[in-house]
Each structure stands twice: as structure tokens, then as C-alpha cells.
């Protein structure tokens, strides 16, 4: 859809986009394929094309929250005083139809009313700019808005730089080639190394003989220095699900050099509706890799009008995954569209709301699709909707990446309403967007550097979020009021940095979610084998405490192997829900399902956590699950031995964790005679504290069984009492 504030105007007929298009898919393919590859390979594009070429940073630089000083300003709007120009270089008004200029009326462009020439080697340069010495925490930043048509990987547009007034210009900060589709984008760089010289920068283009296109337009440059926030902490996530004790993830980024290289206890103060919380543990970043836990969902704009972008933006998302890869952050992927017709909805929920560890699986199997000519995309809507659909991991920070060219504010749905969706499970969006399109984001930011141009890398977003992993701290304590788990509480959080405290707020409900259990009925057809060919039914019984209350459920389900499938449950009761597997689906070795509800606000499965990598499994005749029987031991002088009988079984497992603790940890079991299995847990797991476990078992198919299981677990007091389900799934 072509907004008026969408400047779209082609400089090359049909045909060549229709190449360029094509171009741009192969090369992407080709790239996601081969880590190796670039997407910008000179050596397989075809001469007189033009290939989308995104804002160029080298590095880039942080978006930085206080400006300190102007050393170089210019937006061409006046006379230019000790510039020099050579060539076709002028300044003045747009004379084609080449984007408006940035701000003002007047840019500094290669033509301003054509194409440039052939063998050009056209140069702007700067007046002498000083940069000061700099002190911790400071940084030089050239920053140009630029728009640019340039033969691919024949014309070049070069900033060059001099530290010896103008005598040897043998730097190059940066070279782009390729079109910014009349677009304006910022390339911003570090100056850093040159502080406290006088240097000149000069702007070159270079052209070879044939296929000109419309230049290099250039407005608003300025060369500043500025200095990052010293010192800032927020609240990243809030889980009272894993009561007694209740875990907030704190993002701290210290001032420089005022804060001891790990916070402490002593640096944190918690308030629950004003009481005074007793933190009973900080674990620091490097101390628990697991605060690098993220789950990332794309809300992409899937309405064809990114048809010219869409190979560069998905070689891009592939990129991106590739870097994650090649960190310590624990993360999920899902994916929303919208902007297309889907059962009279123009949002889709992707992989039946499923997130996925698996990155080669996202990039292969859910990102590649067709794009639609619908003409209605409304972004805000699906950034709500987005926030309802997915079932979060415990403990991860929910993380929107937004990808659109279009006004967000298309249907009902507000931008208020939008925050506040993500807002609610303490979520972080970034918007990929044009910049023109910014403000349509900003209500639903907390910082410029959540923007980034449609056309740029998404290396930002990695960046941000190993930053805010290597600054997160987990804080640990045990409420003291005593009011109902379904009323809302406020934390606050206090935070000391050498002579300096901040504070930090968030808001959350111990209960909000609705839980999931399966009926009796349900629970003992794990423990058979189910004849081929025959519907199985499906029940489970949802509470929900908090209002909204539950407004839908689905059962997810798959014949083993085969991709997940979704149909709605039907209500019978308050909170009794059923649907059936179909005949067509029952078939050897077995059946893989799930569950999924919400409330309109919030989703929640069974099981809780990654439903699609722990499934329930029933096996299908002549197949039979393995069977486990169970009695559970107290611990002795501290430690566990867990003993089991299983048959059927090609391996076991037992996961553990100590009661309100997030993560299992998993042990195997080891195989004896007589199909006895037995494991011994670390002998801390069995002093004072409540241990929960459960046991699975899988066959030669990989379906599993379990005793307990993640939601339900065995319980193990360090004396008489112990706990345990009397019967497994």
C-alpha cells in the first residue's frame, strides 16, 4: 500500500526491478545457504543493475543520549563557506524527481537535474574541523543523511578522510554502491582514533562508462561529540511463577568506572506494594549463562509492498540468526505475519504460535513465503496480537523485531494499546522500518537504537542484546505480603552504583495465567497403545483466576515426524475442554500433541515450557511407550539415587531442580539388568532444600513417557513427606 509520505519513484522500468528482484532472491538464497557468501558478490551480478544497498556504519557507533558538542554542522541551506567542489558536484534545490531534501529545501548532490557522467572522479570536501580530546565515555560521530543510485559494483561513492589538510587522502572511511530505492538513510561512523586532530573529509564519486543513474545526494552532516547514559537500570522480566520465591531480571549499564566490576546484594533494594523485599540471592551475568535467554518473534509486514526489499530483509533476518548462533544467548524464534487475507484475518500466527530453537529450520521452513496484494496492514494490531499468541519461555525477555515500509497505524488497534500489550509480559521492541516511519515507533521505544532502516543489518539488535545480558542481573527473594496471588503487585527495585541509585519499576501477577491440566481420562491413555486409524480424544481441565478469562483452547498435534496441525477445543464446561485427534493423523509409531489457551491478554501451554520440543506422545499399535514404575527414595546422608523400572525404553532421563528455582538440570540414567535404570543426582541437590524431579523415557521412535513431568513434578523433602503424583504421563 503507497502511503503519501512514501516516496517510491523508479528510476528503472519494470523489467530491471523485475531482474533486480530476482537478482536479489537468488543471492540471498545463496547466502543463507553458505555462511561464507555475501549477498554484495560483484563477481555474479550483472553489469547496468542496481542492487539495494543498505546505510553504511564503520563502525557503528552507539546512539548516544546526551550531545556535549556541534563541531561540524552542515544542511546546504545556506551559502557554503570553505567548502570546495569539483565536477558535477553542486548545492541547491532537487531538480528531478529524486527524494525532496532531508530538511530544508537545499542538498548537496553529484547532479541536481540528472544522471551523473561518465569516467567522473567529482569530489566534495569539508572545511578544516578540530576534534577535541576525549574522556571516558565519549565518543566523535560523523553522522550524513544520504540517498544514492549508483551502478552496482561499477560507480562508487567514497568518503575519504585527512589528517594532514588535504595533502594525502589515503583513508576511506566508508564505499557504497547500489541504490537506497530514494529513500534517505543515516550512515553514521566513529571518529574516535582521530581525536585531537584537525582533519578534512572529502566526498568522491568514481564512475566508469556506461549505465549512469541519478547520483549521490547528501544533507544534514554533522561530526559531534557525545557521551552515553552513565547510568540506568530497568526491569527485563518478573516471575512470580515459580513461587515461593519470585526471580526479576535487572538490567544495570554502570557509569564508567563507578561501579565495582559485579554488583552485590548490599546493591540492591526490592519493595513489593511498599514492603521491604530480604534479597536472598544476585546472580551476576557471568555467574549464569541462562540471562542471555531471549525469545524473538518478527512481525513482518507480509502485504507485498516490500516486494523490492523482501530479498535483502530475509538475507538479512538469516544473517542475524547466524550471529546468534555464534553467541551465548539462549534464543527461540517465531514469526507473525501480516498484511494478508488468512480465514478473513490479514494477521498469521506462523508454526501454529511455536517457537523454535532451531535456526536453520526457522530460515528454511517458516520465513520463505509468498507475498500477497493486500492492501490493509495493521502493524499495531499484530504487535497486540503477537503479545497474546506466543507462549514465552519462563524467565526469557520477549523480544519484537517489527518489519515494515508502511504507516503503522492502519485499523483500530492504538499504538498506546500496542505498548501496552508489550508492556504486560515485559517485552522489548525494535522496529525495521524507513526512517520517515520512525515516529510511528516511537511511543512504543524506549531508546533511538531501537530504530534501525529497513535496508540496514540487524547487527544492532545482536549487539543490544548481548548487552543487556552481560548487564543483567537475577535477583532472588521471597515475598512477604500475604495477599491474594491474583492481585497485581508493583516491584520496585533500587539500585546503588558507587554514590549514585536509580530505581526501576514493573508490575506483575503470580497468577495470571491460566493453568492447564489434563483429565484423568487423558493422563491413563498415555499408558496404552492406541489402535490406527481411530479418532483419540483430547480433554483438559483450564482454570483461570484473573480476569479476562479463558476465551479459546487448541490442541496441537502431529503423527510423529510430520508437521504440527492446530484445531480449536471444544468448551463443555467452565473449564473442561476437549477436541479429537483425527483418525488420519493416528497412524504408527505415535501421535505428538500439546495444548495452548488464552485469556485475550495472555497464552499459556501444556506443557509450559518449548511444548513443541516436550511434547505429550501416545503410541499407536503395533508401537507401545515405554512404561515407567517408580517409588521415590529420601535422600541419604545428602544424596539422591533415583530407581526406576522401565520397559520399552531405548533411554532415560531424570531433570532436577531445587524447589522455585526456573531450569531443570538433567541427568541420564544408566541400564542394568531386568530393565532397571537408576541415577544419582549431585550431592548438593539432597541437603536442606525441596527437590523436585521427573523421569522420562523415550523408545527407539523418540516418543517419550514420563513420571511426573515438567509441570508436575515429584517432590523430596530433606525429611519424611516426600511427594510424588501416583501416576506418570
Known sequence: METPNTLRTSTINKTRNSCRCLLLLLLSTAASANNDSDIHDPSTFIKGHLLVSPAVHSPRPPKATQLLETLLHEDFEQPLTDWKKSGLWQVGDVVTNQPTAHSGTRVAATNLSGPYHQWTDDKLTTPLVNLPELTSGEHLVLSIQESYQLESYQDYGFVELSTDGGVHWDRVISTRTGTTLNRWVES?????????????????????????????????LTITREAQQNFKARVRNVNGGNLPYVYADIVVEPAYGSCEPRLREANFEVTEDGVKQTVAAVEAPQARPQTGLVDIVFVYDNSGSMREEQALVEHHIAAFIDELKNTELDFALGLVRYGEPDNGSSIRIENTGALTTDGIFFVNQILPDILSNNSFEPTYEAIASTAQAFSFRIGSQPIFIVITDEFAGQGNTTARSARQAVDEINGKLFAVTYADLFSDFEPLIERPSQLLNLLDPLTPITQQLLRDATNTYRLKYLPKQSNSLQQERQVRVNVKCGNKITTAYANYTPQSKPTIQLSRSTSDAHHSSHAADLDIAISVNINDNVSPYVSSA???????????????????????????IPKESVKTPGIEYYITTTDGENTASLPSVQPWNQPFALAVQPNKTPVIQHTPNLPNNGLVEITARISHAKQAQVYFRVLGELKYESVAMSASSNEQYRAQLPS?????????????????FGLASHFGHFDAPIQLHPKPGGLAPDTGY
Request: avoid cysteine.
Open 188 to 220: 553514521r561512523f566513529m571518529l574516535d582514533e582521530f581525536a585531537g586532530q584537525a582533519l578534512m573529509l572529502r566526498f568522491r564519486l568514481r564512475t566508469d562508462a556506461e549505465h549512469h543513474y541519478a547520483g549521490w545526494y547528501i544533507d544534514s
Open 554 to 580: 487448541n490442541l496441537v498435534y502431529r503423527t510423529l515426524g510430520a508437521p504440527y496441525q492446530t484445531i480449536a477445543m471444544q468448551q463443555l464446561s467452565v473449564a473442561e475442554f476437549i477436541a479429537y
Open 684 to 700: 548438593q541437590t539432597g541437603t536442606d532444600t525441596v527437590l523436585e524431579y521427573y523421569i522420562e523415557a523415550k523408545d527407539r
